[in-house]
């Protein structure tokens, strides 16, 4: 089946550590997209990318890096200058940034906690 | 599972009512719109979307209404049923950006 996968759905981070958050589509789409989600809030973009080896900050970039080294691979590390970093993220992709509106479709989500 | 918004706007309907959702966007000129369903612990799943050219648009079991004379949006579910409690939110575009909404949470009652 084509879809998005994120991976681990649950993970913890020590402080001064980074975490690194798995994200990865079979739906030969170009965008990806990183969102934070918090309690009460609608999503917030942290970073995207309209192609390979092309990203974009979003909203609330510090604290965390990406890469787009594949097509279907948006690896989200979230360092340890990120000082509030507890909370669900979801990774979404679409088909194409120039194609005009287009609707996002989204994995499952990471739940970061701190430890 | 756990929650993705603990004070969010509740309705409540009886199961095989119908259920309108509505959402107030900001940005008039916005010209895409999209409304997504998140169970608990999961990721949001499109329903439905409209343009901004249009006023209405019907999928199965929902339709979309939009009024942009008053920046409004709604989601109408038919015939509601225990499968559709979930977490209910609408996205506005502008220049590819997707803005979200909070979200309101429907509970069925059966």
């Known amino acids: 089946d084509g879809g998005i996968t994120q991976s681990p759905k649950y993970l913890f981070r020590k402080e001064g550590q980074n975490v690194t958050l798995s994200c990865e589509q079979n739906l030969n789409h170009d965008a990806m997209y990183w969102y934070r989600q918090d309690p009460g809030q609608g999503l917030r973009l942290i970073y995207y990318s309209q192609i390979v080896n092309d990203f974009q900050k979003g909203d609330i970039a510090e604290g965390y890096s990406v890469s787009r080294e594949k097509k279907e691979s948006f690896p989200l590390t979230v360092t340890s200058a990120q000082k509030n970093p507890t909370a669900f993220y979801l990774c979404?992709?679409?088909?194409?940034?120039?194609?005009?509106?287009?609707?996002?479709?989204f994995g499952d989500g990471t739940r970061l906690s701190i430890l | 599972g756990e929650s993705v918004g603990l004070h969010l706007p509740t309705l409540s309907v009886q199961e095989g009512d119908n259920s309108i959702i509505n959402c107030a966007y900001s940005?008039?000129?916005?010209?895409?719109f999209i409304w997504y369903k998140q169970e608990s612990g999961k990721g949001p799943q499109f329903i439905i979307d409209i343009r901004s050219n249009m006023d209405k648009r019907q999928g199965q079991r929902v339709t979309v209404l939009l009024n942009k004379t008053v920046k409004h949006l709604s989601l109408q579910i038919a015939a509601t049923q225990p499968g559709d409690s979930a977490v209910y939110f609408c996205a506005e575009s502008l220049n590819e950006k997707l803005t979200f909404g909070t979200g309101t949470r429907l509970t069925i009652i059966p």
């Open positions: 940005n008039s000129a916005s010209d895409y």
């Open positions: 979404a992709s679409s088909i194409a940034w120039d194609l005009g509106n287009q609707p996002q479709h």
